[in-house]
Structure formats: C-alpha cells, structure tokens
C-alpha cells in the first residue's frame, strides 16, 4: 500500500461519511488501514524498493509502525498501517481538512438553531445536505440561516417568493436552493412546505367558436381557478398534447381546444365546464399517450379519443418512431379496444406515432366528425 494508495482509502471513506460526521455520528469510525509490509523474503528479493517504500511512509501522521526481526536483515521497523480514529484524522489524510472544518461548523450552526423537539430529524437533514452545505458561498450559507428562521416564524405567509422581506435573498435565490431550504424546514419544523405561494396554475385554452369567447380573447392562459369559474356551454372540448396542433385548429362553431401538458392533465377535472361535459381526447399513440388518457379518466371524466387506434397506427406505419421508456403500471381506466392498441405497441418493439407526424388534413377531417 502506497501513500497515495492509502489517501485515497480515506477520501472514499470521507466522501461516504461526511454527512453524518458532520452531525455528531461516529459509528463508521475508526478507519484502519492495512499496508501490508513485505516479508522478510519479498524485501530481499527486492530490497532497495522495500527500503523506498518504508521510507516513502516516515513522517506521515498516524501511521502505526512495528519493530520486526528477521534473520537475514535484523532489527528493522516495519510501517505496519494508518489508524484514523476521528473525522478531523480522515479528513487531514484524504487532504479534505478545510472542507472537514466547513461541513461540520456549519452542521453545529444549522443544529444549534433549531429546538430540541426536532433536533434529530434535523440533524438527519443536515448530514445527508452537508456536501451541499460546504459548497455554500459564505454570505450564501448566511442567507439560508436567515430564511430558515423567517420561514419558521412565518410558516403559511402565503406570500410570493418575491416578497419575502430578508435582505439578499430574492426570486433567483429562492429558485436556485429552494430544494435545500425545504428539506431542512420540513425537518426542522415537522410542517410540510415552506408556505408560499405557488406560481399560478396556467392552462393554455383556445375558444374556436368566437361566440365563446371570453372579452373577445381566443387565445389564452389562464389559472385553473379562473377558468372554472367561467359559465361556458360548449358543445366540444378538445384536449391535445401537441401545442402545435392546438394553435394549428381552425374556428369551429361550438368549440374549444385545450392543452393538456403531459400528466398534469388531470388538473382540467377542477374546471366544472369541462368536467361536466367530458373532452376528446388526441395524444401521441403511444403508451404515455394512453397513460394520460387513463389518468384524465381518473378524474372522473368522460373522454373519448381521436386518431389513437390499431387503423391510425398501421396508417402511418412508415412514420413510427421508438418509445425509449414506456409507461408502466395498470391502465385500469381504458377501454378494451385501447387497451389492445397499448398491447400491440409493446409486441411491435414500443413502437410510436407522434401526433405532430399525421398529416394535417387527415387529422381535420377525423377530429370534425367527433364534433355534436
């Protein structure tokens, strides 16, 4: 074992236990590393490199070295291994001393700030964030101490990020550490969240049908809140998860075009309008296409699909594309004829038809007919 060999021994464990070191846990410790001195038959063989080798070792803190008599050579004293016995040793012998004194001062500070009832689901916190504590600019690591306590003092502000009153922190701030500062609140305090407001749930909606326009506007993203509190009749709800074709759809007397943005599509449940009374639904022929009309199912609304069947599917085979991580889970929620479409994308290799790649006309034509 090489004194380079040994460091780096030391760094891998560093590296694995700085967290709960910082924190006070030394169950992982010592750390006791063999070097494995040669016999007295290997040293003759090649005594001038089993000379440079223990001499490679003289000077270096915590290595223990034993007294060995051998026939041919003596009294010779062998460096036998590195006995590291705290988190400060290892970190001195993986060359890690600064980042060792930064990691655990701020641990004891994070710690020292928060109330013993909650003082060892915190201190969980704060090991497993400890890398990411150390990496913290100064006045940074100061900033995160000062939300935390305003956080804690104000835990359902209800205010925007760009309000908080604390000097240096603003909306990018916020943005760029808000996983951290949340893990360690929820750990601190046992609440959940950092009770702010969410920015606004915006769906993207296009009224087809001039008469339904709210104001004249028929082209809109609004908040799911307002948007259910709107009175509309229409006699057709789309719902398309390709936004071009949402933007591509002509007027069309009695209809509205929504976008559904992926699995976040069930959020369209809480629009009463649209809920009460159900959507055609056009996504890619795939098996997420078919996941989120399970999930829009879920919610307890009535859809029906367009351009998502075994004959679209063998009508524009030369256009398939590859599903590189298919859906998985149960599609309690989809018909038989579906189901058999997600059954033969898998026996085709999850194979896929974007719904950007069917052509315009043949799509207009299908998505009319469904109209009341």
């Known amino acids: 074992m090489t004194p380079a060999g040994a460091a780096a021994q030391a760094l891998k464990k560093y590296n694995r236990h700085v967290g709960s070191w910082s924190v006070g846990d030394g169950a992982s410790l010592p750390l006791s590393i063999p070097l494995h001195p040669p016999t007295e038959a290997q040293a003759l063989a090649s005594l001038p490199a089993a000379v440079a080798w223990a001499k490679s070792w003289e000077g270096t803190a915590d290595v223990l070295w034993t007294e060995r008599r051998w026939a041919s050579l003596g009294q010779q004293r062998i460096p036998e291994r590195v006995q590291l016995d705290t988190p400060a040793a290892v970190a001195a012998f993986a060359g890690k001393t ?6 655990s001062s701020r641990a004891q500070t994070l710690l020292d700030s928060v109330p013993l009832p909650h003082r060892d689901g915190f201190a969980t916190a704060v090991g497993r964030s400890a890398v990411e504590l150390a ?6 690591f100061t900033r995160l101490g000062g939300v935390l306590e ?3 003092d104000h835990p359902a502000s209800g205010l925007y990020i760009r309000q908080l009153p604390i000097r240096g922190v603003d909306t990018k701030w916020v943005q760029k550490y808000r996983s ?23 769906v993207r909606v296009r009224f087809l049908d001039p008469g339904l326009a709210p104001g004249g506007l028929r082209d809109l993203a609004a908040p799911v809140t307002e948007l259910a509190a709107m009175a509309l009749t229409p006699d057709v709800v789309y719902v398309f998860e390709n936004l071009e074709s949402v933007l591509a759809m ?7 075009v929504v976008h559904g943005s992926g699995y976040a599509v069930d959020r369209l449940a ?5 809920r009460d009374l ?18 829009l199912r879920a919610q307890g609304i009535a859809v029906g699909t367009a351009l998502m069947d075994l004959d679209t599917l063998e009508a524009f085979k030369d256009l398939w594309g590859h599903e590189p991580k298919p859906a998985v889970g149960t599609m309690q929620h989809l018909l038989p004829e579906e189901l058999a479409v997600v059954e033969q994308l898998a026996v085709l290799g999850n194979v896929r038809l974007e719904q950007e790649r069917i052509n315009w006309t043949t799509a207009m034509a299908v998505l009319i007919s469904t109209q009341r």
């Open 278 to 295: 159900g959507v055609v639904y056009w996504g890619d022929l795939d098996s997420h296409g078919f996941g989120i009309l399970n999930r």
């Open 98 to 103: 600064t980042h060792w004194q930064r990691a």
């Open 270 to 274: 809480r629009i009463p309008w649209i």
């Open 135 to 140: 990496a913290l600019a100064p006045a940074d």
């Open 180 to 202: 951290l500062v949340t893990r360690l609140h929820e750990a601190a305090t046992g609440g959940s969240g950092l009770g702010l407001a969410d920015k606004p749930d915006l």
């Open 150 to 152: 305003w956080i804690r």
């Open 250 to 256: 002509p007027p069309l007397r009695g209809a509205v």
